[in-house]
């Protein structure tokens, strides 16, 4: 981790509450102004964001506190427990605009305002959420941040809904009031939609999931490049929270001291905790003589070396 990651997951968390409330002023403003449905689950969507936003601003900054005697690893793993909170807002504003906007499908009472207003709003948000989607998305994978992570898949899909909003005010001042509803109803299974994709993504922190291939294949791959280790097998790599724990055993000709074992170890570890991911790394050291050398697959794939030893 980055010794600048607290000081920018701050400064982004206070940018998006800062946006996020100016486009549901916003688009209040437009739905007001035209009576839309479409609009009206924009802004619902967006007063959402800018309550998640909030939230989200408390949490990192929580996540960001350095560590102490009763967090010795820090507090990065509360990041996940923020990521499903944006996925409540996410599913409580889904349904509120689902359940507006089949209500007034079915009643058949849809009046839409004429005008270029709506298309405007929209449009403007639709721009502002493609910008926020790029800037926190790079920032998210920057710091290993499963809050920001969250928050700009939201961003994402909050640029489709926004089309679908501009597709539904369009038709219905064509002449067909009954797209601004359908448009709206878009809207909501976009926002469900998203909160689902929140609320995996998490859960894999919170329940210790395996980290992608290609950085399990690089701890393999610094663990042998040592000129002292002959193998390796018991290879685990987890997420604990947004960060990763690794622990390995390493195979060594057993006629080295315990001073060379000590170092050919830390070497090891010092090598694998470089990596931005990881937090801790155990590294257990295996003599031939003990013969605890043994075949692993999994290790001998990733390494790239199908073949036995």
Known sequence: MTDDRPRVLRRVGILLLVANVALAALKGGAWVATGSLAVQSEAVNSASDAVYSLVTVAGLYLTTRPPDFEHPHGHERIEPFVGLFVALGIFVAGG??????????????????????????????????????????????????????????????????????????????????????????VVAVGIVYTGIEVVRDNLGYLLGRAPPEELRREIIRRALEHPDVEGAHDAIAHYVGPEIDVSLHIEVEGERTLFEAHDIESAVVDSIRELPEVDDVFVHVDPRELDEWKADEEVDQLAGDESAR
């Open 96 to 185: 509120t605009v689902l359940y507006q906007s089949a209500t007034a499908l079915l009643s058949g009472d849809v009046t839409v305002s004429r005008g270029p207003t709506a298309v405007a709003v929209l449009a403007i948000a639709a721009v502002a959420k493609f910008a926020l989607y790029r800037y926190v998305l790079a920032a998210a994978d920057r710091h290993n941040s499963p809050a920001l992570t969250a928050t700009a898949v939201d961003n994402r899909n909050d640029i489709l809904t926004a089309g679908a909003a501009i597709v539904g005010v369009v038709g219905a001042g064509a002449g067909y009031p009954v797209l601004d509803p359908l448009a709206a109803i």
